[in-house]
């Protein structure tokens, strides 16, 4: 099923805030491999270490990522024959983190995605995961910005 990625990310966005800022030092990845700014790698790849906890190394990790966004971006990568993973009636994005971010960073209206009630769901990660580790308020500031300009661009503010 297609669905706007307006709405999907609106679905992101809790009462106690928007509740996958994980996919915003992917966003700021795509954009420092693009050349839009130069920080982007570094809060990704901290943020990656953490979280993957040695399940992959980091440059690993990379080399995926720049693939796909190399992919994403010439348009080479068919982002309708992977789609996104949703927890059943969660609206919770279970798997593809990447490539959602790839699609918002390259503005794509629409995304495929299927619903399955067995996904495993990941944490809630909001700006203060970011705040209790080792990212500085430069850093979470540069999230906080990335995450209003997709809000803005999305006409979600």
């Known amino acids: ?11 992101c966005i809790e ?7 994980d996919l ?11 050349g839009a700014n130069d920080y982007g790698w570094d809060i990704y790849s901290k943020m990656m270490d953490i979280v993957e906890r040695g399940k ?4 690993q990790q990379r080399e995926n990522f720049i693939s796909l ?7 080479t990568f068919d982002l309708e024959e992977h789609p996104l993973l949703f927890k059943t009636g969660t609206w919770r994005l279970a798997d593809g983190a990447h490539r959602l971010s790839c699609a ?12 399955d009630n067995k996904a495993k769901l990941h944490d809630f990660i909001g700006i203060d995961w970011f705040e209790k580790r080792d990212f500085t308020r430069e850093q979470v500031r540069q999230i906080l910005r990335a995450r209003d300009d997709i809000y803005k661009r999305l006409e979600l503010l």
């Open 15 to 21: 009462p106690e805030g928007f509740n996958r800022m």
């Open 24 to 34: 915003i030092p992917r966003y700021l990845a795509v954009g420092n491999h693009v």
């Open 69 to 75: 966004i190399d992919t994403v971006g010439n348009e």
């Open 1 to 11: 099923m297609k669905y706007p990625l307006k709405q999907l990310i609106a679905h």
């Open 56 to 59: 992959r190394t980091s440059e």
């Open 104 to 115: 918002l960073y390259f503005g794509h209206g629409t995304i495929s995605m299927v619903m």
